[in-house]
Nanobody
């Protein structure tokens, strides 16, 4: 099992920045890829960004490219999402997730952290 805990959400004005963190514990040696997802009220959960845990290669949804940056610190077993130039449409609950190399889907999920972009 892998446990994931997000932090760093909050209220920010449009154009502002936030950095989310996701601390992993448990069988972290089994993690192949981690990602950030979000779900806005009344909408389906969507992929935001993902990163290969040991390789550091990231990929992004088109809606956040150039504004968000995913990174990880293996020594701290922590993944980050730096969010810049935030827009009201970025408002959502953000979740971090992890999966093993043999998994087609994300197996482990955090509890989520609320991000609200509003003036």
């Amino acid at each position: 099992q892998v446990q994931l805990v997000e932090s760093g959400g909050g209220l920010v004005q449009p154009g502002g920045s936030l950095r989310l963190s996701c601390a992993a514990s448990g069988r972290t040696f089994s993690v192949y890829k981690m990602g950030w997802f979000r779900q806005a009220p009344g909408k389906e959960r969507e992929f935001v960004a993902g990163i290969i845990w040991k390789g550091g290669i990231g990929n992004y949804a088109d809606s956040v490219k150039g504004r968000f940056t995913i990174s990880r610190d293996n020594a701290k077993n922590t993944m980050y999402l730096q969010m810049n130039s935030l827009k009201p449409e970025d408002t959502a609950v953000y979740y971090c997730a992890a999966r093993g190399q043999g998994s087609a889907a994300y197996d482990y999920w955090g509890q989520g952290t609320q991000v609200t972009v509003s003036s």
